[in-house]
T-cell receptor, first 110, second 113 residues
Framework: EAGVTQSPTHLIKTRGQQATLRCSPI?????VYWYQQALGLGLQFLLW???????NRGNFPPRFSGRQFPNYSSELNVNALELEDSALYLC?????????FGAGSRLTVL | KNQVEQSPQSLIILEGKNCTLQ??????????LRWYKQDTGRGPVSLTI?????NTKSNGRYTATLDADTKQSSLHITASQLSDSASYIC????????????FGPGTRLSVLP
């Protein structure tokens, strides 16, 4: 079965712009988690979607948002980009207690 | 505060040698502890998952230990290979929901020929 897929692989934006990242979970998995991995830091929980609903969000400002579609794929939107938003954004699904990650989207804000 | 600390921050070893990575945590409540391997530019891949009652678990050349009393874990890599070069992340789960996983900063391992 295909794993968790993310796009784009890399994205370069300038301050103030908006970024949209996409994630497709493993077939049949309904939960999608988004994490931010800034350089040198541990992964930080961003958002959790399940069955099309936002279930929880981490300690991030409202300009981080997203949604989950009927096919369980998900989008992460980051508005009004700031330099410190530069990071690897990881999407994951949790199934039978195993958290499976995608390869990530590297966002660089200039 | 719920925290996971890892040491060393980085490590360089020669191919074929063994090494041990450390993880200390202050996370509460505790559900399980996981080790992940993250290749550069890739997502983390699960190596082991241990519950409170397990004190050792192996996955090939990787062996994880857990001392729940002292809140310490280690990951031992035997007969290292060049492909072991990666970051190793210790993760402590407070429950089985992904928003309550606390991630360590990782140990960067470089295996040289």
């Amino acid at each position: 079965e295909a794993g968790v897929t993310q796009s784009p692989t890399h994205l370069i934006k300038t301050r103030g712009q908006q970024a949209t990242l996409r994630c497709s979970p493993i077939s049949g998995h309904t939960s999608v988690y988004w994490y931010q991995q800034a350089l040198g830091l541990g992964l930080q929980f961003l958002l959790w979607y399940d069955e099309g609903e936002e279930r929880n969000r981490g300690n991030f400002p409202p300009r981080f948002s997203g949604r989950q579609f009927p096919n369980y794929s998900s989008e992460l939107n980051v508005n009004a980009l700031e330099l410190e938003d530069s990071a690897l954004y990881l999407c994951a699904t949790l199934h039978t207690n195993v958290l499976t990650f995608g390869a990530g989207s590297r966002l660089t804000v200039l | 505060k719920n925290q996971v600390e890892q040491s060393p921050q980085s490590l360089i070893i020669l191919e074929g040698k063994n090494c041990t990575l450390q993880c200390n945590y202050t996370v509460s409540p505790f559900s399980n502890l996981r080790w992940y391997k993250q290749d550069t530019g890739r997502g983390p891949v699960s190596l082991t998952i241990m519950t409170f009652s397990e004190n050792t678990k192996s996955n090939g050349r990787y062996t994880a230990t857990l001392d729940a009393d002292t809140k310490q874990s280690s990951l031992h890599i035997t007969a290292s290979q060049l492909s072991d070069s990666a970051s190793y992340i210790c993760v402590v789960s407070r429950d089985n929901y992904g928003q309550n996983f606390v991630f360590g900063p990782g140990t960067r391992l470089s295996v040289l020929p």
